[in-house]
């Protein structure tokens, strides 16, 4: 494997030459072009300049500087000329492109690239080892970038689903919280979004109360044909949605007009009985398999100890298994509430106007009025989101500790 450049510590030049350089002048390349197009100096000037800057810092930041004051260096040089070349907006840009290109200066001429491998591994298990690295940001970028720029389109000052030249030169004027006045004031919004409170935790209610009495009931070895009933219960997870849907409408239509002639109910309360019933089956697979997996460090001689001094089945479950599955009966509810928040085919086929939802409400707007209005809604549904699903990581982590999996 090549060495890394130091001229002061007596390196030799040459592994830089054939082995860093050229990596960075790729990199500097491919960050150039995209600095160039955002700034308007067109591609093939922005990939020179970059290659040329990526030369530059190259050579000059390991000889002279340590690594961290060279990369805040390659920080604020970048961040200088996007000041230059596009305003406030490039300065941001240079920055960040900046701080890519220093780091990846000083990764690739100190070493740091074979951090993480054992001091015998080859140059090909080496490449392997940052490759793999580097598909996985890949694919993180992939799948996180739609998200990031769904959210600044939110703050558009003017109707449109696009960035407009102001958003990009950054000025405030361009930005503004019209969309999410009009969410919050709109009652073309307000009613999908109370629906949708209404629907999500009922669903979740009994999503999670049937999945966590199956979960524990296909836990015990005694139980036939676990395998055959397992997959049975978590098919609406395999099946395809619209399949879901179209038996669910044939199911529930039958079962709503049951309702209406023989209990007296009226549309509307059996559409919501509907929705729920039917988001409530999307959302059992969820609560299963997060039980399941809790219930797999259960330790049963506590049930039986606790039947032994003569609690019975509930107060044994309340007071001794629930405690302990507590954090993936609360996962599974989460993920349930999220199924249940998102879902827009299954309202489709078996709500109707009184029972539209929030995403129902979004998938009008994008098909007969594009309002961007839906930008903001599909931000507070991110935001949502994330809170859910960092609640469902900490509790993930404290039943590891529970279950004395993870020393925290």
């Given at each position: 494997?090549?060495?890394?450049?130091?001229?002061?510590?007596?390196?030799?030049?040459?592994?830089?030459?054939?082995?860093?350089?050229?990596?960075?002048?790729?990199?500097?390349?491919?960050?150039?072009?995209?600095?160039?197009?955002?700034?308007?100096?067109?591609?093939?000037?922005?990939?020179?300049?970059?290659?040329?800057?990526?030369?530059?810092?190259?050579?000059?930041?390991?000889?002279?500087?340590?690594?961290?004051?060279?990369?805040?260096?390659?920080?604020?040089?970048?961040?200088?000329?996007?000041?230059?070349?596009?305003?406030?907006?490039?300065?941001?840009?240079?920055?960040?492109?900046?701080?890519?290109?220093?780091?990846?200066?000083?990764?690739?001429?100190?070493?740091?690239?074979?951090?993480?491998?054992?001091?015998?591994?080859?140059?090909?298990?080496?490449?392997?080892?940052?490759?793999?690295?580097?598909?996985?940001?890949?694919?993180?970028?992939?799948?996180?970038?739609?998200?990031?720029?769904?959210?600044?389109?939110?703050?558009?000052?003017?109707?449109?689903?696009?960035?407009?030249?102001?958003?990009?030169?950054?000025?405030?004027?361009?930005?503004?919280?019209?969309?999410?006045?009009?969410f919050f004031t709109n009652d073309a919004w307000l009613q999908p979004l109370k629906n949708s409170l209404i629907i999500a935790p009922l669903a979740t209610i009994i999503s999670v109360t049937l999945g966590t009495l199956?979960?524990?009931?296909?836990?015990?070895?005694?139980v036939p044909a676990r395998r055959a009933i397992m997959a049975i219960l978590i098919s609406p997870m395999i099946v395809p949605l619209i399949i879901s849907a179209t038996g669910m409408f044939f199911f529930y239509s039958?079962?709503?007009?049951?309702?209406?002639?023989?209990?007296?109910?009226?549309?509307?309360?059996?559409?919501?009985?509907?929705?729920?019933?039917?988001?409530?089956?999307?959302?059992?697979?969820?609560?299963?398999?997060?039980?399941?997996?809790?219930?797999?460090?259960?330790?049963?001689?506590?049930?039986?100890?606790?039947?032994?001094?003569?609690?019975?089945?509930?107060?044994?479950?309340?007071?001794?298994?629930?405690?302990?599955?507590?954090?993936?009966?609360?996962?599974?509810?989460?993920?349930?509430?999220?199924?249940?928040?998102?879902?827009?085919?299954?309202?489709?086929?078996?709500?109707?106007?009184?029972?539209?939802?929030?995403?129902?409400?979004?998938?009008?707007?994008?098909?007969?009025?594009?309002?961007?209005?839906?930008?903001?809604?599909?931000?507070?549904?991110?935001?949502?989101?994330?809170?859910?699903?960092?609640?469902?990581?900490?509790?993930?982590?404290?039943?590891?500790?529970?279950?004395?999996?993870?020393?925290?």
């Open positions: 494997m090549a060495a890394a450049f130091n001229p002061t510590a007596g390196k030799p030049l040459r592994p830089f030459l054939t082995f860093a350089l050229p990596l960075l002048l790729a990199f500097g390349a491919i960050l150039g072009f995209i600095g160039g197009q955002a700034a308007g100096l067109g591609p093939a000037a922005g990939t020179l300049v970059g290659m040329v800057v990526a030369a530059v810092l190259a050579f000059v930041l390991p000889r002279y500087l340590p690594q961290q004051t060279g990369r805040w260096t390659a920080t604020g040089i970048c961040g200088v000329l996007g000041l230059l070349a596009g305003g406030l907006a490039g300065f941001i840009g240079g920055v960040i492109l900046g701080a890519l290109l220093g780091w990846a200066v000083y990764w690739l001429t100190t070493g740091n690239y074979r951090r993480g491998v054992p001091v015998y591994a080859t140059s090909g298990q080496t490449l392997w080892h940052n490759a793999f690295k580097f598909i996985c940001g890949t694919i993180f970028f992939f799948l996180i970038a739609p998200i990031v720029t769904v959210i600044p389109l939110s703050f558009n000052a003017e109707n449109f689903f696009t960035f407009t030249p102001g958003m990009l030169a950054l000025d405030p004027e361009a930005y503004s919280l019209r969309h999410y006045r009009d199956a979960a524990i009931g296909l836990s015990q070895s005694h039958q079962m709503g007009l049951w309702m209406e002639e023989y209990l007296g109910l009226s549309k509307d309360l059996t559409g919501y009985i509907k929705v729920v019933l039917a988001h409530a089956a999307l959302g059992i697979p969820f609560v299963i398999i997060t039980v399941t997996a809790t219930l797999v460090g259960f330790d049963q001689s506590l049930t039986r100890a606790a039947a032994n001094m003569g609690a019975g089945p509930a107060k044994t479950f309340f007071k001794i298994q629930m405690p302990l599955i507590l954090p993936g009966v609360i996962s599974g509810g989460l993920f349930a509430f999220i199924t249940s928040f998102d879902e827009v085919v299954v309202v489709l086929f078996v709500g109707a106007a009184a029972q539209k939802t929030l995403p129902w409400q979004m998938f009008t707007g994008l098909r007969e009025q594009i309002s961007p209005t839906i930008l903001a809604v599909a931000t507070v549904l991110v935001c949502v989101s994330i809170c859910l699903l960092t609640v469902v990581e900490l509790l993930r982590r404290r039943s590891e500790r529970l279950r004395g999996m993870s020393p925290g």
